[in-house]
């Protein structure tokens, strides 16, 4: 669901897996003919969606150009996490909207076997051939069909810090785990914790083991976990919670032990960092982090907030996990035609400079000039070329049935936070992650 930056770009390349060599590349695909001008007078594109606070107004600024462009209305409406069973209600109830902003490859999936989605229009597929990396043609594809545009990217293997918390405890960036965890009691011991996990939120948890994992047990066991041609009872997986225990376990390292973990969402674990009374130096999660750190807490990043790949686990490679938004459009939109017609916005680098300018915000597009971004460390690793290649997976529970991977109190979330209030067995919370992924992946 959510992003990345740092003047450490040595494996920070989870969003270059995006831009290919042909990074700084122009060109933009206007909005078809059909949609020049104010085409669009008097027509409404509804918009649904995850994003609040600080990213759902960016999103309405890019909606906004959109309408100034088109002369379109939009209207955006929330989902909540659960944005599989809103949808399906909304569709039920004869209320659709045009236009869904997706966070989870297994709900695109899922909406698609649903028979759910219309097919992108040629003229969206021409600009996602000509603005993107074959990989996220391929995320948005089921079937060998293209229904999802990813608007937004994110790179969810930083560890953010304060720059000042590391230098007193005189901690530099770690590049292991073993490190990490040294380092995290070096910190702790100076009066600060080390770790603010936000607990709340259990999509943050999956992300924890997801890196843990991908470096650990390697990319072609995390292609078959995430496809559940693996068994979460496998000793990898067991391994990996034990690993991601030893950090759940320890009061020292984490601010307010495991229950205030529970207690914290993931802007509250921004808050705990980067707030005005911090209580922690490193919080884990994507790029995101960024956004919420300048924007509700005034740090510069690069400066007062920075960030170090997530380290490499027992010797294997810093992990490059990835996600990302995509827009698509359901067949039982009563607009569908402007729908198409954001989209095919959504697809230009015109589009993605309106976000980028207001930070917070990784584009998959690569022909957006690196100048729209509106820090120098997000614009560093914009304009860095591809570096993790084949050890590059998109976010795990994002691929996995929504029932498993995307749903608020259920299935891998609920177990990895009940497994964070207590983590002294990773053999029985990998057998409770299993009986719950094989029902959701039947399902």
Known sequence: MMRRRTTLLTGCTAFVLALG??????GSSPVSSG?????????????????????????????????AKTGAKTQFVSTGDNVSTVIGSKIEGGNAPDVVMVPQVGVLQQFAKSGWLKPLSQATQQSVD?????????YGSVGGTLYGLYFKAADKSTVWYSPDALDQAGVKPPTSWAELLKDGH??????LAAFSIGGEDGWTLTDWFENIYLSQAGPEKYDALAAHKLKWTDTSVVKALGTLGTLFKDKQLIAGGQKEA?????????????????EAAMVYEGDF???VAHDQFKKTIGKDATFFPFPAVDGGKPPVVSGGDAAVVLKASKNATAGMQLLEY???????????????????????????YSDDVTRAIAKSLVGGGDSVRFDMSDQAPAAFGGTKGAGEWKILQDFLADPSDPKAGAAQLEIAAAKAYKG
């Not at 529970?262 to 911090?278: A, E, I, M, Y």
């Open 21 to 26: 060599a042909t990074a700084c590349g122009g």
């Open 35 to 67: 949609g020049g001008g104010k085409a669009l007078s008097g027509q409404t594109v509804t918009v649904a969606g995850v994003w609040s606070g600080d990213e759902l107004k960016s999103f309405q600024k890019v909606l906004d150009a959109f309408s």
């Open 130 to 138: 000509s603005n993107f990396a074959p990989v996220w043609k391929n």
């Open 186 to 191: 070096t910190l702790s011991d100076s009066g």
């Open 262 to 278: 529970l207690n914290t969402d993931f802007p509250g674990s921004v808050q705990k960092v980067f707030g005005p009374k911090p």
């Open 289 to 291: 982090v960024a956004g």
């Open 346 to 372: 959504l697809a230009t680098p015109e589009a993605a400079a309106v976000w980028a300018k207001e930070g917070g915000f990784l584009s998959p597009n690569k022909n957006l000039d690196p100048s729209s």
